[in-house]
């Protein structure tokens, strides 16, 4: 099966990669002192009054390579440390934020992607006309927009200026103590989702009416990414000879746009997506912590600002491994959907 | 018999950034019924442009200044002014009565969709009703042999299927498959109608002599040779039997033996479809191999039209005379035409040949000369005759 | 290959183009001209001029006056003074980082796209490294071993930025190795390195030069992300991510006049986003005139 020899081969060769990352990340950490670097060991409190015990254990004044080792030991036994700020074990600490986090980005990505290449798909369709040069100045002002500003100005505007009507944090108070309450069962701790499986509607529309806010200010910004992506490749698509095939076969111009256009232009989008990734898990720390929300990006500013290593390289690696694993996906996504680059061979 | 298509007055412009292109002017041109007839020139002479303009395609900057070009319907039976039609008429015209093969294959088929996909979207836009007849009928013998509990329970969606695909078959514009066909889920319940389609595109391939249509169809292109692309393009311009075929450079990007077994193909499609031809290219001998009558065309005018034997054995006009005289022979220098093509922008005053014509008249420069009759089915614009 | 007035005078065509460069050139004159028209007052409490003057030490933000231009932050730092300023500390965050960045990459991605081989490899793993983490999360880790402060913003976003450049360089070293001049120059004898220097770099230069123009400004939004999170700029720096910092307790103002503060935020904002606009209009356009696509006829 060409498909499960080519995803082995690329999980070969992550090894090299993902040891790299951890090999990077372990070199950050030599910045620290030994006791500060004593919490990437440690599992719980206690263990950090006996920090000279803690030293000796996990031989943090040993020679680099030897505590690499020992590290990288751990880190494969899932011990990140502790985190001072979550005050509990990073790994932990990385699952009771991410859910707060999935959660923007459920609600984020369809809208970035869809809107994305709508808008870019019409720019294209009317080049030229008022539609495009508006949605190119919409595109390039989006794109410059510092991210925590228009969170903050949405904020004032909607949060101030309409009396609380999209408020920050994830869920007011009343709702808050509802959802922590013995009759709510968390199946997944994303609210929305919960919400629904309670069948809880007045939970549902405040997570919604606090989730606004924060899915507008991380999507602005990618929108225009996408959208301009998307509209120069449908404009070199729109450009090629086959389309002039499809009008010459007598096909309406919406077909021939829609259908043949389209389907070629999306292909470098998709390609695109893995970076989306990344600039959603850069967006998501600032968004996070203008509105309160606290999602994994919220909890990776405090660890930063309070010197929290431990979270903090905890936060970087996780994302790291996420972000190759997700450039795999997208890479066979690729595979998929543009016919020409197939792992097999071909015919003739 | 009247002609198949008959161009009147044609005048084509390009209004560039840098001014505007003159790139067909009055252009008189008759394609008649099943002949193969041959455009050719040099680049920038205007050949694929009249092309474009008889399925009204040109691109912007274009536009079609006047003229007129009238083409006899084969379902109407009557004639037509293709310049005047209305947009949705023409597209019922365009990959259906009259249609067009490109010069690249690779880039005229598109990466995404499989050979037989793209063909079959001919049938299915230009062949609905017939596809849908074709339908009812499997679905009618369903319905007749099905025997046990399974074809029971499927019976009532058989029927629905069988009222469905007979709107489709009896009106032209039923409202329900429309509907259906705008649903993306829903689209699957007319798979039927690509099935039908499947079958003859598969028939069409087998046509255009592709080994093993029924494997080629579920390719794509970058899958086959240029060659086979390029019979692949054909099929699905000869899909819906068209009265005109207009072929811009067919074999210009193929290998040379491949390029004979094209050659041979259009004679056979000539023979066997009584479709006529409109054969553009820039290559003398290709030209003399398959056209019936040639036309020589410069600078975006039509310099002389004659019989294919009449052309090469009696060349007139100056222009013809040289393009003869500079294909290479061994043992014989190279002959070149002097001189460099008109500029499209500024074209020179009267004929556009004239600077670089050896018999050039005084008056050649106030005046061009009109498309005359000089001998039996011999015409010429040229002030010498 | 481009001529330079030919782009010149397509820059000056573009309407787009033409408004980044004027944006751009206004901020590069309250830059250079930033002592006299915010000149530090006497009595400075510090005497680095990057230091934003205070006018007393209440918390609550005030208005726009007469002496306060723009008002003042929490704290009472003077919004005019820092904002002004702080185009200073952004043309020198952004020059710097890119003219860094674009340096080791030009040296690593010529190596690396040239000689290919192992060279190439090592390179192309290192950059895969660099590139798995997101830019910021990299960044706010780097700052906080290396401790905030402007200057390890600046380190901490090239060392992000670097690796991007690298590929890029490479990969049109790669698409310009091939053409026949590189061949022929190397027939007539040259250096490797003159082959780079004067014959491949010149031609695969040019999306280079969008990239970095494009960049300048996700350079400077990137610093004053970092600042605005507290790991950039210290307390008090004129640096417009900085000023926005102050702003965050005070988005909300009292009932009845809940936008009272509103220039505490939207002012340094505002600077930011037009600056990096005038960048992002100016890459845009090099990017329009460099396609090869859009070679009007």
Not at chain 1, 59 to 83: A, E, F, I, K
Not at chain 2, 145 to 169: E, S, T, V
Not at chain 2, 198 to 206: E, H, Y
Request: glycine share 8%; charged share 15%; aromatic share 10%.
């Amino acid at each position: 099966m060409e498909l499960r020899a080519y995803i082995i081969r690329r999980l070969l060769l992550l090894i090299p990669v993902l040891l790299g990352v951890t090999l990077f990340i372990f070199g950050i950490t030599m910045f620290f002192s030994p006791i500060q670097r004593a919490t990437l060991y440690v599992t719980n409190l206690r263990q950090l009054a006996n920090l000279p015990a803690i030293i000796e254990q996990y031989g943090l004044d040993q020679p680099l390579v030897v505590q690499y080792g020992t590290w990288l030991g751990q880190v494969l036994r899932g011990n990140l440390g502790w985190s001072n700020v979550a005050n509990m074990p990073v790994s932990e600490a990385i699952w009771h934020f991410l859910p707060a986090t999935l959660e923007l980005a459920i609600f984020a990505t369809p809208l970035i992607i869809l809107i994305g290449i709508f808008l870019g798909s019409t720019a294209a369709a009317h080049k030229d006309s008022p539609v495009d040069h508006g949605t190119r100045v919409v595109a390039i002002v989006g794109w410059s927009l510092p991210t925590f500003w228009l969170g903050l100005i949405l904020l004032m505007v909607f949060y101030g200026y309409f009396r609380g009507f999209l408020p920050p944090s994830r869920l007011s108070i009343q709702m808050d103590m509802v959802v922590n309450s013995a009759e709510f069962i968390r199946y997944t701790h994303i609210n929305t989702i919960d919400a629904i499986l309670n069948l809880n509607g007045p939970v549902f529309l405040d997570a919604l009416r606090h989730i606004i806010l924060p899915v507008i200010t991380l999507s602005i910004v990618n929108v225009a990414f996408i959208m301009r992506l998307m509209r120069s490749s449908m404009l070199e698509s729109l450009g090629k000879g086959y389309i002039l095939t499809a009008r010459a076969k007598g096909l309406a111009e919406k077909v021939v746009v829609n259908k043949h256009a389209r389907r070629n232009a999306l292909i470098p989008v998709i390609t695109v997506s893995g970076y989306l990734f990344a600039a959603l898990a850069n967006g998501v720390v600032i968004t996070e912590t203008i509105f309160n929300y606290k999602g994994i990006g919220w909890w990776a500013w405090q660890s930063a600002f309070r010197l929290d290593i431990a979270s903090v390289l905890g936060f970087a690696l996780f994302n790291a491994v996420l972000f190759v694993l997700v450039n795999l996906v997208v890479d066979i996504l690729y595979t998929r959907v543009d016919p020409r680059v197939r792992l097999g061979g071909s015919v003739q | 018999m009247e002609d198949l298509v008959t161009i009147r007055d044609l005048a084509v412009r390009f209004y560039t950034y840098e001014g505007v292109v003159h790139a067909i002017d009055d252009l008189d041109l008759d394609i008649r019924q099943g002949e193969t007839l041959g455009i050719v020139g040099e680049t920038g002479s205007g050949k694929s442009m009249t092309a474009l303009a008889i399925l009204r395609l040109i691109p912007y900057p274009g536009k079609i200044e006047s003229g007129s070009i009238v083409f006899s319907d084969r379902d109407a039976g009557d004639e037509l002014d293709l310049l005047t039609l209305s947009e949705d008429k023409m597209r019922a015209i365009r990959g259906n009565q009259i249609s067009m093969v490109f010069q690249e294959p690779g880039a005229a088929l598109n990466p995404v969709f499989t050979i037989g996909d793209q063909i079959s979207e001919v049938f299915l836009l230009h062949r609905r009703q017939e596809l849908g007849y074709q339908a009812k009928q499997r679905v009618d013998s369903l319905l007749s042999d099905g025997n046990g509990l399974a074809a029971g329970l499927k019976r009532p969606f058989w029927r629905w299927q069988r009222r469905l695909y007979n709107k489709i078959a009896g009106e032209s514009h039923p409202v329900e498959p429309r509907l259906l066909s705008r649903i993306p889920l829903f689209r699957r319940l007319l798979w039927r109608l690509r099935d039908e389609a499947s079958l003859l595109t598969v028939d069409m391939l087998k046509d255009v002599e592709i080994p093993d249509p029924a494997r080629v169809a579920v390719h794509y292109p970058h899958e086959l040779s240029g060659g086979m692309k390029q019979r692949a393009v054909i099929a699905m311009a000869l899909a819906c039997s068209p009265k005109l075929l207009i072929a811009d450079e067919p074999t210009t990007s193929l290998d040379v033996t491949i390029q004979a077994q094209m050659l041979e193909l259009f004679r056979r499609i000539k023979v066997d479809k009584g479709a006529s031809v409109l054969f553009i290219t820039h290559n003398l001998g290709v030209a003399s191999e398959v056209c019936d009558r040639v036309a020589v065309m410069y600078a975006g005018r039509l310099c002389e039209v004659a019989s294919v034997e009449e052309l090469f054995l009696h060349p007139l006009h100056p222009y013809t005379k040289a393009l003869l005289e500079a294909v290479p022979m061994p043992g014989r220098e190279l002959q070149t035409i002097p001189g460099a093509l008109a500029d499209a922008l500024n074209p020179p005053p009267g004929c556009r040949f004239h600077p670089r014509c050896p018999s050039a008249l005084p008056m050649c420069e106030q005046e061009r000369a009109k498309l005359k009759e000089v001998s039996k089915d011999h015409m010429v614009a040229c002030h010498l005759f | 290959m481009t001529d330079w007035r030919f782009m010149a005078r397509q820059l000056a065509r573009n309407p787009m183009s033409l408004m980044g460069i004027i944006i751009i050139v206004v901020f590069a004159i309250i830059a250079i001209f930033a002592p006299l028209i915010a000149p530090p007052p006497e009595g400075h409490w510090n005497p680095n001029p990057y230091m934003i003057p205070r006018d007393g030490y209440s918390a609550t933000p005030q208005p726009p006056s007469e002496e306060h231009v723009f008002g003042t932050t929490e704290g009472q730092y003077d919004i005019f003074y820092g904002v002004i300023w702080g185009t200073r500390t952004a043309f020198q965050i952004g020059l710097v980082v890119i003219g860094i960045v674009v340096a080791i990459g030009i040296v690593l991605g010529s190596l690396a796209g040239y000689f290919g081989g192992v060279l190439d490899e090592v390179i192309m793993r290192i950059t895969d490294i660099f590139l798995a983490f997101p830019a910021l999360i990299l960044a706010m880790a780097i700052v906080s071993a290396i401790g905030p402060s402007v200057r390890s913003v600046m380190i901490a976003l090239a060392v992000v930025s670097w690796p991007s450049y690298a590929r890029l360089i490479r990969g049109d070293i790669l698409q310009v190795r091939e053409e026949d001049y590189i061949e022929a120059s190397r027939g007539l004898g040259a250096s490797s390195g003159r082959v780079i220097l004067r014959h491949a770099l010149p031609n695969a230069i040019y999306p280079t030069l969008v990239m970095a123009s494009l960049d300048i400004g996700a350079v400077v939004l990137a610093a004053a992300a970092l600042s605005f999170l507290g790991l950039g700029a210290p307390e008090g720096y004129a640096d417009w991510g900085q000023l926005t910092s102050f702003a965050r307790n005070w988005i909300v103002g009292p009932p009845g006049d809940s936008l009272k503060y509103w220039y505490a935020v939207t002012i340094p904002g505002l600077f930011i986003l037009l600056f990096v606009l005038g960048w992002n209009l100016l890459g845009d356009a090099f990017r329009d005139i460099l396609d090869p696509r859009l070679a009007r006829r």
